[in-house]
C-alpha cells in the first residue's frame, strides 16, 4: 500500500503572484486538482502539505475532493520541501512524495516508480537547458546527491540530469533522515533533496528512473504555466480527434478539461471551450466561445458567443450572437444578436440585430418565443414577455406586450416623406 504526500505549502515567489502558485490554472482548472486527481488513483492515503494561504487552497481543492487530508507545515521553523514532508504522517510503508507544481504528471508514470525496488526511487530529467532544476550528481551509475541550483558551483550547474521532483521513499527512510535534514544552504531551508546525500551515505539504495519533461515538468513561472498548458492541451485534442473530432489548425484551439465532444463533431480554427460544455454532433465555426453550455446537432459561428445554461439543439447560429441562459430548438439565429433568458421553439427565425432586453437594471426577465416565429430584423423584445406560435414581428419593432398566436406586431413611427428636402437644405438644384 502507498501513501502520497503533496506539498503545496510552499510561496510561488517565482509565479510574481496573489494567487497561490498550486491555485494557477492549466485548461481550467487549478495545477494541484490535477497532482491530487492521479494521485488518488493510486492510493486512497492522500496528503497535501499546505502554508500559504492555506484556507483558500484547502477552499479551492474541497470543492472536488472530500478525502483529502490537508496538513498544515510549520513553515517558521521549518521552511522548505523538508520541512514540508517532517510535518507529516502518512499511513502506508511506500510513501510518494510529489510536488504541488507538477500539473501533468499522470498515474501512469507513477505507477513505474512503484515496480522498482530501492530503499528511494526518484526521477530525473536529461535536459540541454537544466536551468531552474535541482542537479543529480551520478557517480559509477549511482546516485550519490542533488545540488539545488541557488547552491551549485560551476561545474555543478553544467550537469544536465535534474530532479523532477517525485519520489517514491520507504516511510523507514523518511523517519531515519527527516530528523537529520539541515538548513545550510544559500536559501536557509530544509531540502527534502539533502535526503539523498544522507541516505547514499548510510548505504541505502537509491535508483534513478528517466521521466520525459512533458510528463514532470515544474511550473515555477507564468512562462513555465503557458508551456504546461500547451502540454495538457496537445493532449486534451489529441484525446478528442481519436475519439472522432476533426479540428482545423488545432494549435489555435483550447478546449477546457472537462468538455466533452459526443459523436463527430468539427472545430474551425480558433474557438474555445469552456466549462462543462457538451458538444454533440455539431460544426463549430471559426473563432466561436462556448461556455458551459450544451449543442447538439446544431451549426454555430463563426464568430458566436454561446454563454452558461445555453442549450441549443437542431439549430442555425450565426456571426456575432451571443446567448446566455436560453434554450433554442430547431430555431435560426443568423446575425448580429443578443438571445438572453429566453426560450424559442421549433421553427422560428430569428432577424439580424434582435434583442431581448432582459434586464431592468435590476432584475432579469424572460422571453418566451413559440412556433414558426419571424422576428423581423433589428427587433427588441422588452421582457417579460411571451411571443405565441405563428406570430410574425415586423422589422425595426419594439415588442413590450405579449402578442397572441397568428397575430403580426408592428411598432414603428410612421414614416412621412418631406418632398425635395435634400436639395433645398443642400441649396442645391436638382
Ligand atoms: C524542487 C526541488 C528541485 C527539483 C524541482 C523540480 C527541492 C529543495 N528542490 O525545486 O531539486 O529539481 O523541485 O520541479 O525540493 N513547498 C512546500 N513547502 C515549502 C517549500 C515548497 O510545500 O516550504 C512546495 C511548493 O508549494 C511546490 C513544491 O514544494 O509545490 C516545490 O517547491 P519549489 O519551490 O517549486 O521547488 P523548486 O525550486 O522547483
Ligand atoms: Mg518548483
Sequence with gaps: MLSVIIMAAGKGTRMKSNLPKVLHKISGKEMLFYSINEAKKLSNNINVVVYHQKEKVIETMEKYFDDVEFITQDHENFPGTGGAVKCCNPKNEKVFILNGDMPLVTSEELQKFNKIDADIVMSVIKLDNPNGYGRVVIKNDKVTKIIEQKDANEEELKIKFVNAGVYLIKKEILDEFLPKLNNNNSQKEYYLTDIIDLANKAGKTIKAIEVKEEDFKGVNSKFDLANAEIIHQNRIKEKWMRKGVIMHLPQTIFIEDDVEFIGECEI?????????????????????????????????????????????????IGNFVEIKKSTLNDVKAGHLSYLGDAQIESGTNIGAGTITCNYDGINKYKTKIGKNVFIGSDSQLVAPIVIEDD???????????????????????????????FYKFFKKDK
Design 268 to 316: 474551425e480554427s480558433g474557438c474555445v471551450f469552456k466549462g462543462k460544455s457538451v458538444i454533440k454532433e455539431s460544426y463549430i465555426k471559426a473563432n466561436t466561445i462556448i461556455e458551459d453550455a450544451e449543442i447538439e446537432n446544431s451549426e454555430i459561428g463563426p464568430m458566436a458567443r454561446i454563454r452558461p445554461a445555453s442549450k441549443i439543439i437542431d439549430s442555425k
Design 391 to 421: 406570430v410574425m414581428i415586423a422589422a425595426g419593432s419594439t415588442i413590450t406586450k405579449d402578442v397572441k398566436k397568428g397575430d403580426l406586431a408592428i411598432s414603428r413611427t410612421p414614416q412621412k416623406s418631406v418632398k425635395g428636402f
